[in-house]
């Protein structure tokens, strides 16, 4: 029965994965091109060729639970591949997410020019994937914004945890999920996708980075990293949030 490794040794692989096995990529690939060699190709970029017929897997849904439940299949003798090592390096996520703080500490120090008004900054609605219409109306103030938001729905939860706690109006992204951040050599890169950004309650940005886990279900990775992070300080109005979607959840399109 495999057993699970220490987390210095975890590390330990992690870092020679990322420093040396990754840097065997593109040598391999023009040694199989010089030599005429086949060269395996993958549909998913989760998957690169090693050397000696080897695979390296990487994403960051890989956990040591299935590199040990591979290992035990290999050894039973069903058709699955031998694992060799699973390692986790571990900082580099938490690299990206202290610098995607940094940007937005800088989003949000440019003032914005109507005070508490949200919207647009074309002074007009702003696009959302988790509001009903599919757009957030323009709004005087927060207290306007909420009772857009939850429209002509029932709602029995309890605003206070939002209401009660002043809010700056700040620039916002409003869609900083995984999918809109690019990461090149372990750094944030790039920021993508600005449809759905526009002048919005401060909690606004870490609410939506956080809404596609409930916080009654088990958190991914993520999400514990996004929660841990200095700027994360609205554990209440991400409560309320997801109180609010729950009651507008027809008009949830994401």
């Not at 849904?61 to 590199?67: D, L, M, Q, T, Y």
């Not at 809010?167 to 750094?187: A, P, Q, S």
């Not at 996708?193 to 002048?199: F, I, N, P, Q, V």
């Not at 554990?235 to 959840?249: K, L, S, W």
Request: net charge negative; charged share 20%; glycine share 8%.
């Amino acid at each position: 029965m495999p057993r699970p490794s220490s987390k210095f040794m975890i590390h330990l692989r992690g870092i020679f994965h990322k420093h040396i096995l990754r840097h065997l990529i593109k040598p391999y690939g023009l040694y199989c091109k010089y030599f005429n060699k086949p060269y395996p190709y993958f549909d998913s970029i989760d998957f690169v060729p090693l050397p000696f017929n080897t695979v390296l897997k990487s994403n960051s849904r890989v956990h040591e639970g299935e590199a040990l439940a591979m290992s035990l299949a290999h050894s039973l003798g069903l058709p699955a591949p031998r694992m060799i090592s699973y390692g986790d390096e571990g900082s580099e996520r938490a690299t990206i997410v202290n610098e995607l703080d940094q940007c937005l500490i800088r989003l949000r120090q440019f003032p914005n020019p109507k005070g508490e008004h949200i919207g647009s900054l074309a002074d007009g609605p702003i696009p959302s994937f988790r509001v009903s219409g599919g757009v957030i109306p323009l709004a005087e103030n927060k207290r306007q914004f909420l009772s857009n938001l939850i429209g002509l729905h029932k709602f029995e939860g309890n605003l206070s945890d939002i209401l009660d706690v002043h809010h700056d109006i700040v620039l916002t992204h409003g869609d900083l999920y995984c999918h809109n951040i690019l990461v090149k050599d372990g750094h944030l890169s790039g920021i993508v996708d600005w449809e759905c950004a526009g002048w919005l309650p401060e909690y606004w940005e870490y609410t939506m980075m956080l809404f596609q886990s409930h916080p009654a279900k088990q958190k991914n990775l993520w999400n514990k990293l996004i929660e841990g992070n200095p700027g994360f300080k609205y554990a209440g109005e991400f409560t309320v949030d997801f109180e609010i979607i729950g009651a507008t959840q027809d008009g949830f399109m994401h």
